[in-house]
């Protein structure tokens, strides 16, 4: 059958099951071979999954238990089973192997097991973790590792395996987690001694028997005739090794995905490996699906624009099916503080708001709840709660609550550079038991001397540890949170590359309490109101990134796009930026009618991925004046000093005769692009032409160095 033979009957059946399918869609569900299809967000890549399977099995004859479609989750197997049933006979969607891969893995290892009467069994995460928390106690003397350390250490581990690495990459990787190599090798000799396969090691073995087993895989082979993969791009370099002994030479392989929205590097996601499709598949045919069903133009635009910039990527051109149309808002201001105010604004209808990082969340219900604002959370987890920074500072408000109390001072004691030893608590605590002091006054008098009978800086930051502990119950908590943070717990969190991001979550928190006792209250609540199962109409949806893919909304509000948080790392880290890129561009896509992208910067934080925005490149049509004229107080009072100069790329500026704010893009000395700034929400509006007329009659000037945060 030529190929124009099998689109007209596609689209013959397409028309006799009352299905649509634009020409990109026809192409590629009907096409025969080794296929990688490219959907681009919002364009229908399930429905040209499910047109195909149906072609296959009603019009082309192809028995479904032929047929072995994979996607990434155990969810997505039953959304692409139920879809299928949707539109064709339920009794064929069971016949069809809807799978993960993990799925058809453990199928073969089992299988190999039985057949050679060998036992194994599956290690689930909590044994996992319970094998994790004794070899942390065992190599690095921790006798309570966070939830934090073991989910990182699982996703070191599981990083590990899908990349291949071999013992000695793994000895040179560099790890999140301390002292990995010790602890990997240790894992593993302990699911040796129990028989047991993670579920990494299932693939990894499954791989190993069809590899070692040639009639094993000749049986797979002549079962599974046809191999339809969605998300490709999510796959790592082991699932594509074992993808392709199950394709053997004469099996079809149908691979949707976009390598632009492959966001799971850090669990071993390669792909690059669909950038070199035609090495490992000969012959392999690149088609794609372009046309964006879910958003608008303006949004699919900036997104398109942002995109574009990444380095490594196959050629693709999103197309807003919707047309004209759609909202993006970049939303600056100077603090994090501010952010969450500026969040409420765009909080009055529903919206999803999506982050980056789980902690986000913290502070977003935090202000919803105190401003009566209905939410749900999507996944939740409460790993923030059960942080190292989050305990050490709740233990830091309970010893002084409870100051007599010898366990919290050993909490506490070393979590400041101070250098105390433990001896030195020791000796306090014997004190105190034998005398009628507090504790924290025998904490203080154990230095009180030195060597030579006189104070010394020991003494010093003792009388400073006791001082700063007694006044913290009359202070208001993000008084308290400041002192500690100049007891030096600041240093330790840099020494420890810790970071301040949890610091500043709880200090937003504490902002709206007035009281120790309170604050520790409203981060119980907290975490007890996260746990809640919610089912409300019509609440502001709250999801990171990751979880939405695959959703789209109305109204989308990405929060905490500021470096250091998204994106998490600087642009010399090349492949992890990408990534980076990647999870911003899939943020963006899951709007529909409007995107707001809310941001810090000010006081020293910068915000790469919304200056990116802002720099439009060949803007299709000309820029009008932005309309009213809007002045501000503190802006409009800022002293201006020069008609503009060589600037760097982005600057702020103000029209003298009428204070209106700008910021503008020069290049060669001439204004390429140009945004005016509202000063009360920071929205901007290109105005391009209309200031470039302005420059022109030489009425711009240039704002000073110094006076750019209050812009921001």
Known sequence: MTPEERKRRFQAFAERYGLVFDDQQVSAACRDGTVLLLAVPGSGKTTTLIGRLGFMTMELGISPRQILAITYTVSGTETMRRSFSDHFPARIADEISFRTINGICWGIVWQYYQNHHREISVCDEKTERKILRQLFQEIRWENYPSENDLIQCQTDISRAKNQMLTDAEIQAGKWKTDSFQEIYAGYAQKLKELRMADYDDQMIFALKILRADPSLK?????????????????????????????????????????????????????????????????????????????????????????????????????????????????????????????????????????????????????????????????????????????????????????????????????????????????????????????????????????????????????????????????????????????????????????????????????????????????????????????????????????????????????????????????????????????????????????????????????????DELRMKKNPEKKQKPSGKKKKSGKIHHAKVHSLVKPMTELQYARDKKNADLFQIHKSEGKITEAWKIDPASGELTPCTEYVQRLYRKGRIERIKEEEKQDVD
């Open 218 to 610: 000749e049986r797979i082979h002549s079962r599974y005739r046809y191999i339809l993969v969605d998300e490709a791009q999510d796959t790592s370099l082991l699932q594509h090794e074992i993808l392709h002994e199950l394709k053997g030479k004469d099996g079809s392989l149908f691979l949707v995905g976009d390598e632009d929205q492959s966001i799971y590097g850090y669990r071993g996601a390669c792909p690059g490996i669909l950038l070199k499709i035609d090495e490992q598949y000969p012959g392999a045919e690149i088609m794609k699906l372009e046309n964006n069903y879910r958003s608008h133009r303006e949004i699919t635009d900036t997104a398109q624009r942002f995109i574009d910039r990444s380095a490594a990527r196959l050629p693709k051109r999103m197309h807003a099916y919707k047309g004209e149309g759609g909202r993006v808002v970049i939303h600056s201001v100077k603090s994090r503080s501010s952010q969450r105010e500026a969040l409420l604004r765009y909080c009055k209808e529903a919206a999803a708001v999506l982050y980056r990082n789980n902690d986000s969340a913290v502070c977003i219900i935090d202000i919803l709840e105190r401003n009566g604002i209905p939410w749900v959370l999507n996944k939740p987890k409460d790993t923030f709660f059960t942080s190292a920074v989050t305990n050490e500072v709740k233990s830091f408000f309970q010893f002084a609550l409870d100051p007599d109390n010898p366990e919290l001072l050993n909490k506490v004691y070393s979590r400041f550079s101070l250098y105390f030893t433990s001896e030195s608590v020791c000796r306090a605590e014997r004190f105190f038991q034998r005398n009628h002091k507090s504790l924290l006054d025998e904490f203080a008098d154990s230095f009180l001397f030195g060597k030579k009978g006189k104070p010394d800086r020991m003494a010093q930051n003792a009388k400073k540890f006791r001082d700063v502990f007694q006044r913290v119950p009359a202070l208001s908590p993000s008084e308290a949170l400041d002192q500690m943070l100049s007891l030096g717990y600041k240093q330790y969190l840099m020494d420890h590359e810790r970071g301040m991001g949890g610091v500043e979550i709880l200090s937003m928190i504490a902002d709206g309490t007035k009281t120790a006792r309170e604050f520790l209250a409203r981060l119980d609540l907290l975490q007890k109101k996260m746990q809640e199962k919610r089912e409300t109409q019509s609440a502001v949806f709250l999801s990171t990134i990751h979880s939405a893919k695959g959703m789209e909304f109305e109204r989308v509000i990405l929060y905490d796009v500021t470096d250091g948080i998204l994106p998490a790392v600087t642009a010399e880290e090349k492949e992890q930026y990408e990534e980076e890129r990647r999870l911003f561009y899939v943020g963006m896509t899951r709007a529909e009618k409007e995107l707001v992208v809310l941001s810090v910067r000010g006081n020293g934080k910068t915000s790469s991925f919304p």
